[in-house]
């Protein structure tokens, strides 16, 4: 089963939550974040 639940608000990715697991992040603000995105703000390459 697959919900979709919003879109990143970095890459503008779609968020799914799949069997109850989130493919994403929510953020204190309540927006979401995709995996990709919230690594590359935690650790930015450049
Ligand atoms: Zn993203």
Same mark, same amino acid.
């Given at each position: 089963m697959q919900e979709f639940i !919003? $879109? /990143?608000?970095? /890459? !503008?990715?779609?968020?799914? $939550?799949?069997? !109850?697991?989130l493919n994403g992040t929510v953020q204190e603000d309540q927006t979401l974040e995709c995996f990709e995105c919230e690594e590359q703000r935690e650790n930015p390459e450049k």
């Open positions: !919003g $879109c /990143c608000r970095s /890459c !503008g990715k779609a968020i799914y $939550c799949e069997n !109850g697991f």
